[in-house]
Nanobody, 120 residues
């Protein structure tokens, strides 16, 4: 059974940083593309970033490019999202998701999320 548990969210001032983690279990983490998605209050789920199974290829939404860095530790079955220069519009619940392939837009296999609030 796929289990994904996000952590590391919180309240941060604009311009601040946070590092999110996602602990994975119940599947062979190291062979899957993984992604971060987020959902702001009253808005639809938004893709943020994805990383290939080896951690050698990444891509980002334009809204976070240059500020966020996705990474993974396959030995520890953990996915990360380093967020810096945070803006109020980054506020939302952040989820990690297991993808079937690089081009998948199906985020049904995701965790319970961690809340990120950017506010002064």
């Amino acid at each position: 059974q796929v289990q994904l548990v996000e952590s590391g969210g919180g309240l941060v001032q604009p311009g601040g940083s946070l590092r999110l983690s996602c602990a994975a279990s119940g599947f062979t983490f190291g062979v899957y593309v993984m992604s971060w998605v987020r959902q702001a209050p009253g808005k639809e789920l938004e893709w943020v970033s994805r990383i290939n199974s080896w951690g050698t290829s990444t891509t980002y939404a334009d809204s976070v490019k240059g500020r966020f860095t996705i990474s993974r530790d396959n030995a520890k079955n953990t996915l990360f999202l380093q967020m810096s220069s945070l803006k109020p519009e980054d506020t939302g619940v952040y989820y990690c998701a297991k993808l079937s392939d690089w081009y998948s837009l199906d985020y049904k296999h995701r965790g319970q999320g961690t809340q990120v609030t950017v506010s002064s």
